[in-house]
Each structure stands twice: as C-alpha cells, then as structure tokens.
C-alpha cells in the first residue's frame, strides 16, 4: 500500500469534544509515519481546520476533500474518524465522505445512526434476543407522568438522552419527586429521551473489531464506580473509577458476553473497532446497555487499555482497520 494522506478527523459539536480531541492526539502519536502522512483536522461546525506548529490555520476544501498549506496541495486518500458525538458518531460526516468517495475507519453512515440512537439500537438488537433494561421513550411533546414510571419500573430509574455520549445528561433517579428534574436535564442533550429501570450489577465493557476476515474480541474490562454511576467525572477524572482488565469473571460468563457482543456488532452491522457496553447481574444474565461505535481512545479510555492487555499496540489495530477498508472503500 503507498503511504496514506490521511485527514485524522477529531473535535466535532457535542459536549465530547475535548475528549474526542485527546483521542486523536494519542492516535497520532500511535500511527507510523513511515505508513501515512496524518493531518489532524479539527471540525466545529462548518470550520474544518488544519492547525501549523507556527499556530496558523488552513480550511478543508470539502469541494474535493484536500488541503492546501502554503501553496502546497493535498489531496487526502482516507479519513480516520476519532469524533465522538455529532457530527462523527452519528453518520454525518460518514454520509459526506459516502458522496466524495473517501474511504474511511468507522461504523457506516446506517450502521452510525443505529448506534447512536439508543430506542434504534435497542429495537434492533431485540430482534436476535439480547436482554435491555425495560424503559420509556418519550419526545419533547410528550406527557410524562412520574407516577405511572415508577408502578412500572420502579426505583431507582435512569433518566438519558436518546443520542449522547459520555453520560452527558444522564441522571440516577431515586426518588419519585426527581424524575421531571431529570427529564429537563436530558433534553439538553437531546430531543429524544429513554427513562429505564435501573439493573443492579457488575458493568463491563467489551471491545470488539471485525478485519480482514478475523474476529477480534477484546480482553473484557470490569468498570468499578466510585460515584453513583459511570458518569463523565468518573470516565475521565483518575480516581474516580477502576477499570479491571481482564475483569475477574467466571468463564461461563466471559463466553456469554463474547457471544453477545459479537452478535450485537453484526446486528447493527458494525464496523471498525467499537465497544459495547453490559450489566450483568449477581446472577451472571447480562443486560446491554449501549453499543459505542467510535469508542474513546484518550489516555484514560477503555478499549486502549483492552488492546494493550490483547497483545497488540494501537498503532497494529489502526493498521489493521485502515488495510481492512481502504482498499474495500474506494470508488
């Protein structure tokens, strides 16, 4: 394969944008120079931009997806996509580089959107049996009636927006009074919100990609808490939260969470690494909680540590997922 130009596309528009930022820096450094000639671009909202060490700025032309910096052209071969949230999670910028021809790293343009709406994946993978939480999907205009949540399931309940990450919006209701509160809060995030009773239980995160033919099922991580759920403080504030891995599990259920994380990636026909997300009960059943199809790669995140324990450096993993849709991918 020639030596790559590759737009590394990192910032976005959703409250995960710093951190979607520190992913980018970590696989920059991670890729082989020698490989790919990176540019890291850093998209906010119709600003697409290349920053020079001399702190200058140079705009994509999105007429034909290239760069020119002091008068140099550039033509890139290949996006690697690190946003998390709009517009890289939820197949904006996959439906984009579908019409320009470019191939890229992630999820497709359907298989984003289904990943990034929680009622869509739920509905999705219910069809092929993979246990949920029970819940409530309610839009702007809806009547929500706290009364009628809590005789159907209870508390504590969680409250989060449809399409979000990193726990933004998310809340842990525990009493009846709570809940409308809660409500408002998710729909800062999102038009679209799920109220769902709470699994009590040991939540684990397993990293999986498809490539080249191969399955990679990543070594499972066990996500310990020190607050009241794995929130944005807890996922990115060292000290708040330990993260075992391998998690020390029984094997029966290691092989029970392989299975179904393997069988939601195909159900929502994935792409590229992604991480999906479980509670499993004291009595060893596992519940999905979400599918991350763009997982963060920062210092503190999940599937880096994964890869690492697995063997296998970052830089072999983007390596993998780039020869596996390059050639795959172009018009």
Known sequence: MKRLNIALMAGGDSS?????????????????????????????????????PDGRQWQVDKNDFSITIDGEHKAFDYALILIHGTPGENGRLQGYLDMMGIPYSSCSMTSSVVTFDKI???????EFGIPLARGFFFGRDSRIDPKEIVR????????KPNASGSSFGVTKVKSEAD????VAEAFTESDEILIEECIQGREMGCGMLIAKGREYIFPITEI???????DYEAKYTAGCSDEITPADIAPEIKAEL?????LAYKACRCRGVVRVDFIVTP???????EINSIPGMSGGS????QVREAGMTLGELYDLIIEDTYDRDRR
């Open 224 to 230: 310990v808490s020190k607050k009241e759920f794995f």
């Open 179 to 182: 809940i409308l509160p809660a």
């Open 302 to 305: 999940i599937v880096p540590k």
């Open 152 to 159: 159907t399931l209870g508390l504590p309940v969680f409250v």
């Open 120 to 126: 869509t994946t739920k509905r999705t993978v219910a």
């Open 258 to 262: 392989n299975r179904l994380t393997a």
């Open 16 to 52: 995960e944008r710093e951190i979607a930022l520190q992913s980018a820096a970590q696989i920059a450094s991670a890729l082989d120079p020698a490989k790919y000639d990176i540019t890291l671009i850093d998209l906010h909202g119709r600003d697409w931009h290349y920053t020079s």
């Open 283 to 289: 009595e060893g059943k596992p519940y999905l909680i």
